[in-house]
T-cell receptor, first 110, second 112 residues
C-alpha cells in the first residue's frame, strides 16, 4: 500500500521563527490533507490540498503531485502552534481510506 | 455547533465490559468512518460506511462492531473491552466528490 513519510519527526522553534514540514508519499493520490493535533488531542483540518498551493493566515501548503510531496509552511510561529502535524493521503485505488504519516511533533518556545 | 460530534468525550471502563461510542454529523455526508489513534502514532481505520446499508471493515476491525442507524449516525461498539483497546477514537465523514474528510473531537477510551 501507499507509504507516507513525514520529516522532521521533531522540531523545536523559538516563537517568531519560520518552519517547513515535509510529507513524501509513494504513489499517486487523489486527496492530501494536513492536520494539526493540539495538546488536547483534537484534530484540526488545516488544508485539503491534493495539488497546488493554498494559504490561510500564517500557514501555507504546497503539493507537487507529480513529484509526490507536500510542504507545510508555518511563518512567525506562536506557542499555540505547538502540537503534532499530520499529513494524510488517499490513494487512487483506495479513495475511502486516509493513510496517515507518523507526524511532526512541534514545540514552539516563548 | 460542531459538524461532527462524538459522545462520550472520555470514558473509563473495565476489561470485559461492552461499550458504545456514538457519532453524529450534520454535514449531510453519506460516508462515515471510525479511526483509532494509539499514543505517538497516526490514525488507523477501523470501519467505514458509504451509506446506511453499506458497512465495511478497515485495517483493524477485530474486536469492534459498528451500526449505521441513519445517514447522520454511526456507532462503534467494543463487545468485550480489553486493555489494548485503550486509545483515542475518532469519527469522520467525507464528501465523495472531494474525498476530504472531516473529523470529530475524539473519544478518549481507557480500559482498565
Amino acid at each position: 500500500g501507499i507509504q507516507v513519510e513525514q520529516s522532521p519527526p521533531d522540531l523545536i522553534l523559538q516563537e517568531g521563527a519560520n518552519s517547513t514540514l515535509r510529507c513524501n508519499f509513494s504513489d499517486s493520490v487523489n486527496n492530501l490533507q494536513w492536520f494539526h493535533q493540539n495538546p488536547w488531542g483534537q484534530l484540526i483540518n488545516l488544508f485539503y490540498i491534493p495539488s497546488g498551493t493554498k494559504q490561510n493566515g500564517r500557514l501555507s501548503a504546497t503539493t507537487v503531485a507529480t513529484e509526490r510531496y507536500s510542504l507545510l509552511y508555518i511563518s512567525s510561529s506562536q506557542t499555540t502552534d505547538s502540537g503534532v502535524y499530520f499529513c494524510a493521503v488517499t490513494s487512487m485505488d483506495s479513495s475511502y481510506k486516509l493513510i496517515f504519516g507518523s507526524g511532526t511533533r512541534l514545540l514552539v518556545r516563548p | 455547533d460542531a459538524d461532527v460530534t462524538q459522545t462520550p468525550r472520555n470514558r473509563i471502563t473495565k476489561t470485559g465490559k461492552r461499550i458504545m461510542l456514538e457519532c453524529s454529523q450534520t454535514k449531510g455526508h453519506d460516508r462515515m468512518y471510525w479511526y483509532r489513534q494509539d499514543p505517538g502514532l497516526g490514525l488507523r481505520l477501523i470501519y467505514y460506511s458509504f451509506d446506511v446499508k453499506d458497512i465495511n471493515k478497515g485495517e483493524i476491525s477485530d474486536g469492534y462492531s459498528v451500526s449505521r442507524q441513519a445517514q447522520a449516525k454511526f456507532s462503534l461498539s467494543l463487545e468485550s473491552a480489553i486493555p489494548n483497546q485503550t486509545a483515542l477514537y475518532f469519527c469522520a465523514t467525507s464528501d465523495p466528490a472531494s474525498y476530504e474528510q472531516y473529523f470529530g473531537p475524539g473519544t478518549r477510551l481507557t480500559v482498565t
